[in-house]
């Protein structure tokens, strides 16, 4: 556990959303969005976030700042990215956010499970992402291998007792109904109980290939009703 609120100060942030009321389920959050990731996901609407920066595009500081400015108007605080977890900082900055009585939410899609596991003990929320089935990983990702850590933190997070919502990102060129209903029935074997299916945005990608308004019935709403009968909770999000 990290003791030191310097080491805070070597988290590499890219960006921060001062308030949202969408990122922490039912809380009113900020959102720091810590810099790099090594997956190339086709859908990614953050791709500026995948490059690892030799330096800091927002201090901590700076942050830091606004959060004590937002004190008493916010619930929470999200880290997201790019991917939180590949940052050696990233515990000590979610020690400092919870030192400051803000409740702690984690965006991340499992790639670092032993970070992720330190991650654990400091969050009070995580949104899990779950990209495919995992033998299905690299079609997504684009890196051999990627689904073995998802399929490690997401048995972490399940037996941790850390609230959560596991989510996948859905496009028709990406996922087959078949695939979607596999993946969904081997999670709730697994034992989540807090799934949402969210339908892919134009908003940021760079992979032009993907571009085009969904149909209007996608996600399929007769494959959605059948979900549902898998979890105690299924959130459909359709595309703005």
């Known amino acids: 556990m990290p003791n030191s609120a310097t080491e805070a100060n070597a988290l590499c942030i890219g960006g921060v959303t001062p308030f949202s009321a969408t990122d922490y389920p039912g809380k009113l959050s ?16 953050n791709p500026h976030l995948q490059p690892r920066a030799t330096r800091q ?38 020690a400092e956010v919870r030192r400051m009585g ?39 990702t684009a890196v051999a291998g990627s689904g073995a850590p998802a399929r490690e933190a997401l048995t ?3 037996d941790s007792g850390v609230a959560y919502e596991c989510r996948t990102t859905l496009h028709p060129s990406l996922h087959t109904d078949a695939q979607v209903t596999e993946l969904a029935h081997k999670i709730a074997a697994m034992g989540v109980r ?47």
């Open 102 to 140: 803000f409740l702690v939410g984690l965006h991340s899609g499992g790639i670092y499970p032993a970070r992720f596991a330190e991650a654990l003990k400091l969050a009070d929320w995580v949104g899990l992402d779950i990209k495919t089935n995992f033998d299905d990983y690299e079609t997504i």
């Open 194 to 240: 807090h799934y949402a299916l969210q339908c892919f945005r134009m908003e940021g990608t760079k992979d032009h290939q993907l571009a085009g308004h969904l149909p209007a019935d996608y996600p399929d709403t007769a494959l959605m009703a059948q979900l549902r009968q898998l979890f105690d909770t299924l959130i459909v999000r359709k595309a703005d």
């Open 57 to 94: 595009p927002v201090a901590w500081a700076r942050f830091f700042d606004l959060l004590q400015r937002r004190s008493g108007l916010i619930d929470a605080v999200v880290f997201s990215g790019g991917e939180p977890t590949l940052d050696p900082a990233l515990p000590a900055a979610m």
């Open 30 to 45: 900020a959102v720091v969005f810590v810099q790099g990731c090594p997956w190339r996901c086709h859908y990614c609407h």
């Open 156 to 158: 972490m997070l399940l």
